[in-house]
């Protein structure tokens, strides 16, 4: 009987070439991405010709949009678990049938009442969806590319607002609300039987649930020349644990978790405030329709092409610093990025009056808030083991969209306080700033664990030396 073979796992997909495997594992979690991140804009879409058709105000859709929220919430705190215990792929399959569906039905809504069921069923969908796409592609990633990769698919949750904005812009005159929502519907529908067919389960995964021949059959297709046949287990970095939401909070991880929270707080809370009040705040301030739509476009654009810039850049840097600062570089191109997000808010408010000064500082405000909210999901990726990998990001990311809910309530208080666009701008630069400073807690903590784990390393080598 042959031996047993005990191989690492993370070591093997580290150093051989990308596979056409992982290559069509995040071909499709990028796909699923970008019809995620379109459903949830959907909705903002539609309200203009929702409120026409139906006779309300658009004030009247405010409950709406916050029930659409908090759906998303419930959504990724339930399914993040989940996908710990059965696993991301068929997580991923189920939500994505569950808001593909339910955003179909709310193209035959006849009531305010019904939109709002059939729209909270679909952010149940939606929240569940985006944290097991992020864990299925970290634990699909070489770590030389992991970054960018996960990045990737979180700007396509930006490029999906961005694509579904410019098809309601089409459809919606053309066809009427109802045909953004059927288009939202079919969509995912025709990509989730093209990922039940193609999508494979992480292979971390199933090696932390024990099923080494299902790991062994993943890894003999992602790195044929290793050889990996006859019986064989694999090593992760973590076993599969029964409570992944105690995982959060053990091995010294508790305040690392709060930390990451609070940062997914301010980050939703300023970017679901600039999604909601933009237009109105420009219109304030003497811009056009057009150019409050366009804003919003360019907003998006700008997080797209920000996520994959400071992907990049944080595999380029952590590569070059890799044995000296470790995992040093994601903190500090995330820290720059919301810097330079505050830094071009206040700008917005200098430049309300001047067209095209705004567009362009909406734009990089979009490059420096929704590109750095790529980087703190990647953070949030490295932070936790397998075990509870989609807990973690799940939880973060659900716990954060708190910040969805408290954004656009906040930017209400504000107007209804009377404050004007310019001085509501200038105070969205308070919470950008104290994200920065939170990201500089975490990455305190992170050279403190790394200099401890080297101090603990060392003094084993002592004792050989003195004899």
């Known amino acids: 009987m042959a031996p047993t073979r005990d191989v690492d796992m993370s070591h ?205 059959k993943i890894l003999s297709a992602i790195a044929p020349q290793a050889g990996i046949s006859g019986s064989v287990t694999f090593t992760v970095d973590t076993a599969a644990t029964k409570s992944p939401i105690r995982e959060l909070f053990a091995g010294g991880r508790a305040l690392d978790t709060i930390l990451l929270w609070v940062v997914f707080v301010i980050n939703f809370l300023v970017i679901y405030f600039l999604f909601g009040w933009m237009p109105s705040l420009f219109s304030q301030a003497g811009q056009s329709a057009s150019n409050a739509i366009l804003a919003a476009a360019l907003f998006n654009l700008g997080g797209m092409a920000g996520a994959l810039s400071i992907g990049w850049i944080t595999d380029r840097v952590g590569t070059a610093w890799a044995r000296s600062r470790g995992s040093d570089a994601a903190y500090a191109v995330v820290m720059a990025g919301y810097t330079l997000g505050a830094l071009f808010i206040g700008a917005v408010a200098m430049f309300l009056a001047n067209p095209t000064l705004l567009l362009i500082t909406i734009c990089i405000v979009g490059f420096g808030m929704s590109g750095s909210s790529a980087g703190i999901i990647a953070i949030a990726a490295s932070i936790y083991p397998v075990a509870a990998r989609s807990t973690g990001i799940g939880w973060a990311m659900g716990i954060g969209r708190i910040g969805s809910i408290a954004g656009p309530t906040l930017g209400a208080a504000l107007i209804a306080a009377g404050m004007g666009a310019r001085t509501i701008f200038l105070l969205m630069i308070v919470p950008t700033a104290v994200a920065v400073l939170t990201l500089g807690a975490l990455f305190v903590r992170e050279r403190l664990r790394g200099r401890a784990a080297i101090g603990a390393a060392e003094p084993a080598a002592v004792p050989a030396e003195a004899h």
């Open 12 to 216: 093997l997909i580290d150093t051989a070439p990308v596979s056409a495997l992982q290559k069509r594992a995040i071909a499709l979690c990028l796909a699923l991405a970008i019809l995620d991140g379109m459903d949830a804009q959907l909705i903002g879409f539609a309200i203009p010709a929702l409120s026409e058709d139906w006779g309300l105000s658009k004030a009247s859709f405010g409950l709406l949009l916050a029930l659409s929220s908090g759906a998303m919430v419930v959504g990724s705190l339930l399914f993040g678990p989940v996908a710990d215990r059965w696993g991301r792929r068929r997580v991923i399959l189920l939500c994505t049938v569950l808001f593909a569906v339910f955003t179909l039905a709310s193209a035959f809504a006849p009531s305010m009442g019904v939109l709002i069921v059939l729209r909270i069923l679909a952010g149940i969908g939606l929240g569940g969806v985006t944290p097991n796409l992020i864990a299925l592609t970290s634990e699909y990633s070489p770590a030389r590319s992991r970054s960018t990769m996960v990045t990737i698919v979180v700007a396509g949750m930006s490029l999906g607002g961005f694509l579904g904005g410019l098809a309601a812009a089409q459809l919606i005159p053309a066809y009427g609300w109802q045909s953004i929502f059927v288009a939202g519907g079919v969509l995912p529908l025709v990509v989730a039987a093209l990922a039940w067919a193609g999508l494979p389960e992480s292979g971390k995964f199933l090696a932390a649930r024990g099923d080494h021949a299902g790991a062994a």
